[in-house]
């Protein structure tokens, strides 16, 4: 199955990711990000949405990639700077933890090797409110191309992690 996994910076996709790659074995997985990025190499500035998504589509259709679902986190913005701001990331796994809502054993380290923790310079409330400007422009036109599809499972990404899981399950199953 391909997945793209679609939501705000902090809406919890890179929480979900590894969980639902064991579960399901999936291989391809791609975040609004990879869009975004997409989206931004093959329109000059400008461009309607639109035309970016047709860009987009006619991109992915080249590659013969076929999208069975599009999990869309769901949540509101006014949630994101408290989840933005105590976020602790391991560089090399991706591994992520939360000061508040999912701290490590020891304050600054990774759980699993030990090694030390970072704080993405980006992750400040200010940078989130212009990034949070990027994903209504630029990411959630995708959320509306693929919903015309029929692809995309709206999940409650403000509930804690177990609960978002359990949806994921649900809908992949
Ligand atoms: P988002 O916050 O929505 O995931 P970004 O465009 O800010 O989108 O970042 C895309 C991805 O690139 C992040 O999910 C993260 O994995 C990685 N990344 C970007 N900047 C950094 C950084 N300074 N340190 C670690 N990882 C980063
Ligand atoms: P994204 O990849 O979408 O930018 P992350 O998965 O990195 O988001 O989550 C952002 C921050 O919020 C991280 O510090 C993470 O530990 C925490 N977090 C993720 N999911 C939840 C959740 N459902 N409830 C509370 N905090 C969460």
């Known amino acids: 199955k391909r997945l793209i996994l679609i939501g705000p910076p902090g809406s919890g996709k890179g929480t979900q990711s590894p969980i ?3 579960e399901y074995c999936l291989c391809h997985l791609a975040t609004g ?3 975004r990025a997409a989206v931004a190499a093959k329109t000059p500035l400008g ?4 035309e970016a998504m047709d860009k987009l589509d006619e991109m992915l259709g080249k590659q013969g990639v076929k999208i069975d679902k599009v ?9 994101l700077e408290e989840r933005i701001t105590g976020r602790w990331i391991h560089p090399s796994s991706g591994r992520t933890y939360h000061t508040k809502f999912a701290p490590p054993k020891v304050p600054g380290v990774d759980d699993v090797t030990g090694e030390p923790l970072i704080q993405r310079k980006d992750d400040t409330a200010a940078v989130l409110k212009s990034r949070l400007e990027a ?9 509306e191309y693929y919903s015309k599809k029929g692809v995309v499972a709206k999940l409650h990404a403000e509930k804690p992690p177990k609960e978002v899981t359990e949806e994921v399950k649900k809908v992949l199953s």
């Open 33 to 35: 990000d990879m869009l």
């Open 135 to 143: 994903f209504h422009k630029q990411t959630e036109p995708v959320i």
């Open 47 to 50: 461009l309607q949405a639109k």
């Open 20 to 22: 639902i790659k064991d």
């Open 71 to 79: 999990l869309d986190f769901a949540i509101d913005d006014a949630i």
